[in-house]
């Protein structure tokens, strides 16, 4: 089946930059996702990219996407205390109406004050 | 690596129907599994908490008589919708932690698209 990987741990300091990785093997991907979880809650989407672009930026928050290694990556500028979360990937596959969709096992994001 | 199987896929049923949503770890036990629910704009809403061997923990405002969830062994988990209704309509997915003691490394089932008609 498709897969999706994503380191497990994330430390940075307090103001720096973080890039969260992200590779996957499904060539048919149509949308990849970046979600934020905070202990002991959902899944809230933070960001999307269809899969023809290669960029796509919101606020502290880029999206890279390179489609010919299927690494997608997610890089959040001046990173604060209340980034501290995991992140999860994930890829859709919507062709012909099938609607999956297939997650890492997520990123926990370390903020050092 | 752990896997999670998640079935079925897709399911379409009638209102007032109930269908019952697998999620099986395959190669790992997993005593806690999770519950979630996509909404529009595709956040994920935590449900409930699956507990082997104990009642599950549902979040506040989850209707646990609507949806029933039973962990009755270290691999599997159930959930189902009972008396479904068109607004029962949505995506679930689950996902299980092959370490349980830690709050990371979480793998998700392949979620299960429900339409209610």
């Known amino acids: 089946g498709e897969d999706v990987e994503q380191s497990l741990f994330l430390s940075v300091r307090e103001g720096d930059s973080s890039v969260i990785n992200c590779t996957y093997t499904?060539?048919?991907?149509?949308?990849l996702y970046w979600y934020k979880q905070e202990p002991g809650a959902g899944l809230q989407l933070l960001t999307y990219i269809f899969s023809n672009m290669d960029m796509k930026q919101d606020q502290r928050l880029t999206v890279l996407l390179n489609k010919k290694d299927k690494h997608l990556s997610l890089r959040i500028a001046d990173t604060q205390t209340g980034d501290s979360a995991i992140y999860f990937c994930a890829e859709e596959d919507a062709g012909a109406g099938s609607y999956q969709l297939t997650f890492g096992k997520g990123t926990k994001l370390s903020v050092i004050p | 690596g752990a896997v999670v199987s998640q079935h079925p896929s897709r399911v379409i049923c009638k209102s007032g129907t109930s269908v019952k949503i697998e999620c099986r770890s395959l190669?790992?036990?997993?005593?806690?599994m999770f519950w979630y629910r996509q909404f529009p704009k595709k956040s994920l809403m935590l449900m409930a908490t699956s507990n082997e061997g104990s009642k599950a923990t549902y979040e506040q405002g989850v209707e646990k008589d609507k949806f029933l969830i039973n962990h009755a062994s270290l691999t599997l988990s159930t959930l189902t919708v009972t008396s479904a209704h068109p607004e029962d309509s949505s995506f679930y997915i689950c996902?299980?932690?092959?370490?349980?003691?830690?709050?990371?490394?979480?793998?998700f089932g392949s979620g299960t698209r429900l339409t209610v008609v």
């Open positions: 499904d060539s048919s991907s149509t949308y």
């Open positions: 996902s299980a932690n092959e370490d349980q003691t830690a709050t990371y490394g979480y793998t």
């Open positions: 190669d790992f036990q997993a005593t806690t």
